[in-house]
């Protein structure tokens, strides 16, 4: 069975990404299974160019095919921030929960019509050092003006998502996964994975 390497050394990431490739007839694995506990630098302007430079550096290191996602949370009040920047927010040594303090700190005077923000997510899948497929999808919603519930990682718990009347942190993960950024690159990834085992001879599999 060919492998198939989610590259992300988040715990959260990596755990609904493998969620995301269930079903698949790949062996998928993380990094830390092949031995990959350190990540390239992210040097990208663009969620497209981070995804892709992140596949390109774990396919390399571990001679899979490897499949690369680069996300966050883009604020409309904030000038889209802090896009990419997300996992970053504030700077070193905050956690999650930090963060979302950070970012609602930033938004407390900020009326809800005007909390509107969107989670964006880059998937690229490469091979042999070509890209074999690669999109970016996103999900409208706003910024929460406290944290809800206690599920999912990241901004989560403060990313109220209107079609459900809840945020992200309160969705179960099946729930996330059909409205979700991720969830919708990964549908996409999935379509193309199937098309390539109906054809041997493609590049990768």
């Known amino acids: ?43 990208g302007t663009t969620f497209l160019e981070n995804a892709t430079l992140k596949a390109h550096y774990y396919a390399q290191r571990s001679g899979c095919l490897t499949v690369a996602d680069d996300s966050g949370l883009a604020v409309d009040a904030l000038d889209g921030q802090p896009g990419l920047y997300s996992a970053r927010f504030g700077g070193p040594g905050l956690d999650d929960a930090a963060r979302c303090r950070l970012l609602l700190e930033r938004l407390a005077d900020v009326p809800a019509p005007e909390r509107g923000a969107r989670f964006i997510s880059a998937v690229v899948l490469v091979a042999d050092g070509e890209v074999l497929f690669q999109t970016q999808q996103a999900v409208e919603g706003r910024v929460a003006e406290a944290p809800r ?18 945020a992200f942190g309160e969705l179960s993960p099946e729930e996330k996964a059909r409205v979700s950024h991720r969830g919708k690159a990964f549908v996409r990834l999935r379509r193309f994975l199937e098309r390539l085992e109906e054809d041997p001879v493609q590049r990768g599999l």
């Open 1 to 43: 069975m060919k492998k198939l390497l989610l590259a992300s050394q988040n715990p959260g990431k990596l755990t609904e990404m493998r969620q995301l490739a269930r079903g698949l007839s790949l062996h998928v694995l993380g990094p830390r299974d092949l031995g990959v506990a350190d990540a390239p630098e992210e040097t």
């Open 149 to 166: 519930g206690d599920n999912g990682f990241g901004y989560d718990p403060v990313f109220f998502f209107p079609p459900y009347g809840r």
